[in-house]
């Protein structure tokens, strides 16, 4: 492909910075010269001429053609993300789990072995078992426990996954240390950076060759749509995540990528700012006699803080995990007290959500299961907003008061 018949790219300084580049990195605006960037809510696109098509559909030249294959709104919040990733590349694709779909399908086949932490999300763990029956294996393996990963390695072993940190526990890993192994062996090192986004963490600076986000939490940042997408080299997003992409489709719609585009401008700031307040909440709550124990990365009782604090640019992340004395009976106590919180499982939201892991997110485990991965009955997770954290403060110590310390 000649450079004429690539798309043309936003003209910025060379060596624009991250703060620059998410708010203005994408494509050229259109003839009309909107500031904001489009929403192009179109399926297909309009040809010159045949010839013109011809070389379009032939990859000849870089064109938009029809949205399961790309769109220009998708394309500028890919270039967009791809840069705060610091990735040549991304895809952006309908959901967070599409994401890791489209991963497993354009990597692996079977008789290939996955190694995957034992700590990520609950449907990524049951969309990798579900690949079993594909011939895709996968050995799950404690987030922390660098030798345990080394040790799952086998000779067909090409995909290692993980999540840090992880939710509720806050559980970090070494993305050095897995990005060794899976060199080593072949493999790849995917990474799900949904809960430190890249204005925290970039997977790829410590080795990962490919990042994984769900759009749905912090790049969009407000609750409303949901989007994934995943970031790597150009030759391994274009040969081998783009064909299954076409033939596949699961394309992000225009909308969704526009949405998260508009989020990724106030990504860092709002990000910085949870982070910054869940902090506070976590001294506070470790300050209440109620609270028998709080999960944050910033705080040096955490087992991998001083490895949080170098992989995530020295913040610990809005999400603060703690557990109340008295039980599953205290813990929903506390969260039917509170009047600003909202009571989901969601995260990455500007509104502070409050959840039991226990008996939401990881109910399908058994209570033995449980209590090995430490998420007891009295654990409640707060994700971080943009609230007052004073009235966050009360919003807790209202159901606090009520627990025999
Ligand atoms: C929400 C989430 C996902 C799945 O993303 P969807 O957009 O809901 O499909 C994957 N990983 C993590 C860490 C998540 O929080």
Redesign the pocket.
């Known amino acids: 492909m000649g450079a004429d018949k690539r798309l043309p790219r936003t003209r910025l300084p060379a060596g624009a910075r991250i703060d620059t580049l998410a708010v203005r990195e994408g494509l050229p605006p259109s003839q009309w010269g909107e500031n904001s960037e489009a929403l192009f809510l179109t399926s297909s696109f309009v040809h010159p001429d045949a010839a013109t098509a011809a070389a379009r559909f032939a990859n000849e030249e870089e064109a938009f053609v029809y949205s399961r294959f790309s769109n220009p709104t998708v394309t500028m919040m890919e270039r967009r993300l791809a840069a705060l990733e610091g990735s040549e590349a991304c895809i952006g694709t309908s ?4 994401a890791i779909l489209l991963l497993v399908m354009g990597t692996l086949k079977s008789g290939d072995h996955v190694i995957c932490s034992q700590s ?2 609950g ?2 763990i049951r969309l990798f078992q579900d690949f079993a029956k594909f011939g895709v294996d996968t050995t799950f393996v404690s987030q922390t426990d660098v030798d345990a990963w080394r040790g799952a390695v086998r000779p067909g072993t090409r995909l290692l996954f993980a ?1 840090t940190p992880s ?1 509720p526990l806050t559980e970090v890993c070494d993305i050095a240390a897995l990005a060794d192994i899976a060199h080593r062996t072949g493999a790849l090192l995917c990474v ?1 950076n ?2 430190c986004s890249p204005a925290l963490q970039q997977p790829i600076r410590f080795g990962a060759d490919v990042v994984m986000h ?4 912090f790049l969009d940042g407000q609750g409303r749509v ?3 997408a995943l970031c790597g080299s150009d030759a391994f997003v274009n040969d081998k995540l783009v064909p299954v992409m076409r033939s596949a489709g699961m394309s992000l719609s225009p909308f969704n990528a526009w949405v998260v585009l508009k989020g990724l401008e106030t990504l860092s700031i709002r990000v910085r700012t949870q982070s910054q307040r869940a902090l506070e909440m976590a001294h506070w709550l470790e300050s209440q006699p109620q609270v028998e124990r709080v999960y944050h990365p910033s705080m040096p009782s955490h087992p991998q803080h001083a490895l949080a604090m170098a992989q995530q640019s020295g913040q610990g992340g809005s999400v603060v995990s703690f557990v109340v004395k008295g039980g599953r009976e205290a813990a929903f106590a506390v969260i039917d007290a509170t009047r600003v919180c909202s009571i989901t499982a969601n ?1 990455g939201d500007v509104k502070t959500t409050i959840t039991h892991p226990s008996s939401t997110s990881h109910g399908r485990l058994t209570e033995p299961q449980r209590v090995a991965a430490g998420i007891v009955q009295g654990m409640i997770r707060l994700a971080v907003g943009l609230e007052d954290v004073e009235d966050l403060k009360t919003d807790l110590a209202r159901g606090l008061s009520q627990i025999h310390a």
Do not use: Y
């Open positions: 959901s967070g789990m599409a990520v999300f449907s990524t999540e939710n799900d949904c809960f769900s759009g749905t939490k949901i989007a994934g995260l």
